[in-house]
């Protein structure tokens, strides 16, 4: 899958990001508990969230606005998973995702994985999608297993510099039959 088609759902619009989206991505990059949730360094100013940014402007990326007002909530994105022989699985994406702290509680995220979920599958972009997340990170884990992912491993992370404490990150998998089987999918 290599374009970013915009995909409409009750409440939200998923699209590609455009660099006026850099005020409602620093309310989530410079916010250091998503930071330690989604597991990338916290950014310390607008130069390092523009550089972000600009690492969001790429195929198979969303940002997630709200339908109503046009704000950037969050960002969703589907990425080529390599395997062992160090080429893209044709088979396989990774989800990854995150969302503005003033919005959790309320569904957007569940929301915006399924949309993706059933573009991907419907469009036969991929037949599983891979997610981990941390185990302290329970929404997170909420959202996946609420639409049928399965877990299929876990591994804990050592303490270092960049993790001063150990962490254990859960690894899930979902097939496209699994989703289509947990009521999920849609036809279009």
Do not use: C
């Amino acid at each position: 899958m290599a374009v970013n088609k915009k995909i409409y759902t009750t409440r939200l619009k998923l699209r590609p990001f455009v660099p006026a989206d850099l005020t409602g991505l620093r309310a989530i990059v410079e916010n250091k508990e998503i930071a330690e949730m989604a597991s990338f360094r916290v950014a310390t100013n607008a130069f390092e969230s523009d550089y972000f940014l600009q690492q969001l402007m790429q195929p198979n990326i969303w940002a997630m606005t709200l339908k109503q007002t046009s704000e950037v909530i969050g960002s969703i994105g589907l990425y080529p998973v390599v395997g062992d022989n160090h080429e893209r699985d044709p088979l396989k994406l990774e989800l990854g995702y995150m969302v503005n702290q003033d919005f959790w509680g309320y569904g957007y995220m569940t929301e915006a994985v399924q949309s993706i979920l059933n573009h991907s599958f419907h469009e036969n972009y991929a037949y599983v999608v891979l997610a981990s997340t941390y185990a302290e990170n329970k929404r997170s884990a909420a959202i996946l297993e609420h639409l049928s992912f399965k877990k299929v491993g876990e591994h804990t992370l050592p303490a270092s510099v960049l993790n001063p404490v150990s962490r254990q990150e859960n690894f899930y998998q979902l097939t496209a039959q699994a989703f289509i089987e947990g009521g999920h999918y849609a036809t279009h």
